[in-house]
């Protein structure tokens, strides 16, 4: 079911001196500052090459990694995002298999305008996975 | 300076019971349990297509991962490994950086029997940072 890790997202409490570091210290690819206030969050990518890394930055009053920055003022590793190809058949199988989706359980559009769930750390060992839908980028016709 | 994630390393509590929420509820393939005495680690490999994700479980009395585990008892994200051509260069820009290298600062040999090291959390947004030597696998003649 889950397809390839299409990014780590890490929480930090200062996003351009995050950049800097990865840019300037790790010598990585870093992008322009995103804000993307309907998701509460600033965000950097990071290339990696295979994969991308998320610096997010909270932003505005209801931010989704405002209580994660509060137990973790430094920061942290705050989510692995997988990519599915069917995200209702991939939540059905998570309902049958008795693992939980945060939230009412629906899918709902994510930061990069595709549909994503989260799926409750404490199925996952305390880890906090998101699934994202990606269309195969070629399909059997 | 850093290339592809070589792969995301999560602490877990029980492993078998991991793996079988990899395989069974996520559908992901995952290895045999490989025990690595000598880095005070039990293993198993999840594939995710493009990289992989570590599930460790200690080993033994000294393993790297029980103080992690004591604070997090649910288990959690513990690093995200970077591969790098030239782990000496890498070392030397670091410090040159200001960035703390864990340990002696020298490279050892890590679990897949390549050089590594450990960045300094507090360095990078509290996020642990390993380092590994890969040999490119076409090298100019």
């Known amino acids: 079911m889950i397809g390839r890790v299409n990014h780590i997202a890490i929480a930090v409490p200062d996003l ?23 998701h509460g969050v600033r965000v950097v990518f990071v290339e990696a090459g295979n994969t991308k ?3 997010l930055e909270p932003l505005g009053d209801d931010s989704p990694i405002t209580a994660f920055l509060a137990r973790n003022p430094d920061g942290g590793m705050h989510h692995i ?10 939540v059905r199988r998570l309902s049958e298999e008795g693992a939980r989706v945060l939230g009412d359980g629906r899918p ?34």
């Not at 995002?81 to 991939?90: F, G, L, N, R, S």
């Not at 305390?126 to 980028?137: A, D, M, N, R, Y």
């Open 81 to 90: 995002c997988y990519e599915v190809t069917d995200i209702v058949m991939a």
């Open 16 to 38: 351009e001196r995050a950049a800097r570091r990865y840019r300037d210290v790790l010598g990585a690819r870093v992008s322009a500052v995103q804000e993307l206030p309907e």
């Open 108 to 141: 709902r559009i994510g930061a990069h305008g595709l549909p994503v769930v989260f799926l409750h750390p404490k199925d996952f060992d305390g880890t906090l996975i998101e699934l994202e839908e990606v269309k195969p980028e070629f399909e059997a016709s």
């Open 53 to 55: 890394v998320e610096l």
